[in-house]
């Protein structure tokens, strides 16, 4: 009996995480994620300086779209081919696209049309690469939550040393280089991917099926559950109110106040609060993961409002530095729920609704806040996403499949 019992209690311990998959997996996506922090900053300063609040937002709305747009595509090509082959590839297009940015910038100005059209294929690919992403986790870790928080805390090293290793590149050399790094990164991703080797797939007898068709089933999947589309609806006026404006509000405000530089400490702040916030996560497991992150993030409204109140550089970072430590706590929560609550023949393609919705407010608010700016004041506009901030966290506490999902 008591042997019995030992057996059982060693099945339910979470297995070794650094396996050799794992490894190589946390290898990619860490210096892919670099590449992407330094990105931000390279595109509110070289952008900006070129073509504006407006020019940032449009690169970045431009790029957002049509993630928007395929990511549901990313997630039934992910189950149909394989997720490794989707990422992979998605990393060689985001080769090119970087690298003729890179060209660009190095060679003179850059015309707005070409920055537009290489945002597009960058988040083209991004679409593809996303799901599968996501979706890899279960297959090269055990444990989901201590791998998802491990991977924040990567996430929130790249967030701190990414905006000052691109704001000291921007300064010393310029955007070239900043971009000719990003697309190095997608080298390396791509090569730490191809090397994972993963256990074959059981057979099964798939019925005969489409793209439509897969997308329907993902669909279904996703609103079968009461305790997921509220949430996504949820984060469409979050994008909208204060995720999408916040990267070219942020850097204006902070820029011409505090100086370019200051943007960049600003983020690095946010980089060493996702660091706190994920190492958080990995220890602590609530038995209502969603409501313990709902509350965890109220935190984030720290994030416009220091910026709204024309804070000293100390007591910015400080509020960023507890916005980001709000954010990845949720971050962490979140992503455990769906890698443990949905079967994984369709978790890709939950993925791909999860992330579409997640990301379409993101792209209006982006593409609205150069307009929205140039007749409110971005003062006005960041107290109104630190208003939004607070109601999106009594919303998620409010509706009761979020508030009471138990963790499995």
Request: net charge positive; aromatic share 10%; with cysteine.
């Amino acid at each position: 009996m008591t042997a019995t019992l030992d057996r059982e209690a060693a099945a339910r311990l979470p297995g070794k995480l650094w396996t050799r998959d794992f490894s190589l997996y946390f290898a990619a996506r860490v210096v892919s994620l670099l590449g992407d922090a330094m990105m931000p900053v390279a595109a509110a300063l070289a952008v900006g300086a070129l073509y504006g609040v407006s020019g940032v937002g449009y690169v970045l709305a431009v790029w957002t779209a049509p993630f928007v747009l395929f990511v549901l595509f990313g997630g039934v090509f992910a189950d149909r081919v394989g997720a490794r082959t989707m990422m992979v590839s998605a990393d060689v297009v985001r080769i090119f696209t970087q690298g003729v940015l890179a060209v660009a910038f190095f060679t003179g100005t850059p015309p707005l049309w070409l920055l537009l059209s290489a945002s597009f294929l960058s988040g083209t690919a991004a679409a593809m690469f996303e799901p599968g992403g996501k979706g890899m986790v279960p297959l090269v870790a055990k444990d989901p939550q201590r791998a998802n928080g491990t991977l924040k805390v990567a996430d929130a090293a790249t967030q701190l040393g990414g905006p000052v290793l691109a704001g000291l590149l921007m300064a010393l050399t310029g955007a070239s280089a900043v971009y000719a790094f990003d697309a190095g990164t997608f080298l390396v991703s791509g090569l730490c991917l191809g090397l994972i080797r993963l256990a074959p797939a059981a057979a099964e007898v798939r019925e005969p099926s489409t793209v439509l068709l897969d997308l329907r089933r993902g669909w279904v999947e996703f609103r079968s559950r009461s305790w997921m589309w509220p949430v996504i609806l949820i984060w469409v006026f979050f994008g909208i109110l204060v995720i999408g404006p916040s990267i070219p509000l942020g850097s204006r405000l902070i820029g011409d106040r505090l100086g370019e530089a200051a943007y960049g400490w600003a983020m690095a702040g946010l980089g060493a609060g996702t660091l706190i916030g994920g190492l958080v996560a990995v220890r602590f497991r609530p038995s209502r993961p969603l409501a313990a992150g709902g509350v965890a993030l109220i935190g984030f409204a720290c994030i416009p409002l220091s910026a709204a109140l024309e804070l000293p550089l100390p007591a910015l970072m400080a509020g960023h530095l507890l916005g980001g430590a709000s954010w990845a706590f949720w971050s962490v929560m979140w992503g455990t729920s769906v890698h443990t609550q949905v079967p994984p023949d369709v978790l890709n393609r939950v993925f791909g609704y999860e992330v579409a919705g997640s990301v379409c407010g993101v792209a209006a608010g982006q593409a609205l806040v150069g307009p929205v700016s140039s007749v409110v004041e971005p003062r006005d506009l960041l107290f109104l996403s630190t208003g939004a901030s607070v109601a999106v966290c009594a919303a998620l506490l409010l509706i009761p499949p979020v508030r009471g999902l138990r963790r499995v």
